[in-house]
């Protein structure tokens, strides 16, 4: 796609009265942001996983504990958030 936009820039520096030159000029400098546009939104979701055994919780912690994942319910994070 790049090489295309610089072909029609160059076509349009030795020919600036080409009209279609200039119109495929601009329609492939359109599609070249889109296409670099997309890539640059593109995110690929990176999924966490926490393994609550593995988490050390010292001794003198005394808000509310997570067991297990099944342990998490709204009550749960309430808690929580008010610990």
Known sequence: MKMAVLAFKEVCK????????RE???FTLKA???QLLAQA???EEAKVV???ESVFVEDSYTGPRLE????????????????
Not at 68 to 83: A, G, K, T
């Open 14 to 21: 030795l020919q600036p009265q080409n009209k279609d030159a």
């Open 24 to 26: 495929k000029y601009e």
């Open 32 to 34: 070249h942001k889109a």
């Open 41 to 43: 939104i593109v995110h």
């Open 50 to 52: 926490v393994d609550p």
């Open 68 to 83: 297990s994942i099944d342990d998490v319910s709204p009550e749960w994070v309430v808690s929580l958030m008010e610990h």
